[in-house]
């Protein structure tokens, strides 16, 4: 029997574990969060410890492994693809590097991480580390970690505004600095080389431990993304949809004025729904409305759904 759709509930980063995080997540989507600072609500995870559950409690992994195939798909075999985060820097996030799944697989049995970014909400001047500037040379970064010199104005920094979404391929280096809440689609991976950290310190005085030689091992110092340009994939009376981001990893659309837009089910993979406006699915005769923030994993043998909403982004692993 095809599954419902499954409204996820989050877990939360927090505390001293996101110290550049804020409550934007409350007031923004009306998270619960546990206290200030949250920096991440996991809206999708199987990550141990982390995992988003259904409306009963079930962990994401117990349901993966109850429904197998027919929640994620025969694409989705092994090692569950995904993490789907909402992500709130009020600070700068450490300069940070992620290894492909070569790398990751060889050294630690991981999967690598490549992500994406679509930009919720950005204050005036906000900007991202995207890559060093033009000319910075593997030597160049490697001289300056070494002589304490640091990266100083070696860093390449892109101003943002809300709307945007950018590619994150690993190796790339990268930050999310102050004032961006944001849409964080990756690979299932936990694996994260913290190359600079704003000598940020701990609850006990202590700086955060930095990761350089493994930085330097996987940075791609000529990996520059720019802002994504949307594809139209449907324009009807009943909605838009663009595609904002595909990678061999995962892709993501924005769904935009939608009437009862319909959303099949993909036999091959599970997709994942986030609404950024209040809204309503119905499926198998079924009405759920939604808050803004609300996640809902679409399963592969799922039932038919369709939309009303006036925003929000799909997720999906692999190209779509």
């Known amino acids: 029997?095809?599954?419902?759709?499954?409204p996820l509930t989050p877990a939360f980063r927090h505390g001293?574990?996101?110290?550049w995080g804020g409550d934007m997540l409350r007031a923004l989507f009306g998270k619960d969060i546990p206290d200030a600072p949250t920096g991440e609500s996991l809206e999708l995870s199987a990550l141990p410890g982390l995992e988003?559950?259904?409306?009963?409690?079930t962990p994401l992994s117990e349901l993966l492994q109850a429904r197998g195939p027919a929640l994620a798909g025969p694409d989705a075999a092994g090692e569950f693809p995904l993490l789907l985060k909402l992500l709130d820097a009020r600070e700068d996030l450490s300069v940070q590097v992620h290894p492909n799944s070569a790398y990751a697989g060889e050294k630690y049995g991981k999967q690598g991480k490549e992500e994406a970014w679509v930009i919720l909400d950005a204050k005036p001047g906000a900007r991202l580390v995207l890559g060093f500037r033009e000319g910075i040379t593997r030597q160049d970064v490697e001289d300056a970690l070494n002589d304490g010199r640091g990266l100083g104005g070696m860093l390449r920094l892109v101003p943002v505004r809300a709307g945007e979404a950018y590619l994150i391929p690993a190796g790339t280096v990268h930050a999310i600095l102050g004032g961006i809440v944001l849409y964080e689609i990756q690979?299932?991976?936990?694996?994260?080389?913290?190359l600079h950290d704003w000598g940020r310190k701990d609850a006990d005085g202590k700086p955060r431990e930095l990761h350089l030689r493994e930085s330097l091992d996987v940075m791609d110092v000529d990996s520059r993304p720019t802002a994504a340009v949307p594809v139209p994939v449907v324009s009807s009376e009943k909605g838009w949809e663009e595609l904002l981001v595909s990678s061999p990893h995962f892709s993501v659309s924005r769904l935009s004025g939608c009437e009862a837009f319909p959303l099949?089910?993909?036999p091959r993979r599970f997709r994942v729904l986030t609404l950024l406006t209040e809204g309503t699915l119905e499926s198998g005769g079924r009405r759920m409305q939604f808050p803004k923030g609300q996640t809902v994993l679409l399963p592969a043998d799922g039932m038919p759904a369709s939309l009303t909403c006036g925003l929000a982004l799909l997720g999906r692993p692999g190209r779509p």
Not at 16 to 19: D, E, F, I, L, Y
Not at 52 to 57: M, V
Request: hydrophobic share 25%; charged share 25%.
């Open 187 to 194: 690979q299932s991976s936990d694996l994260t080389f913290r």
């Open 1 to 6: 029997m095809p599954l419902p759709p499954i």
């Open 16 to 19: 001293v574990r996101t110290p």
């Open 52 to 57: 988003s559950r259904d409306p009963e409690g």
């Open 264 to 266: 099949l089910p993909d």
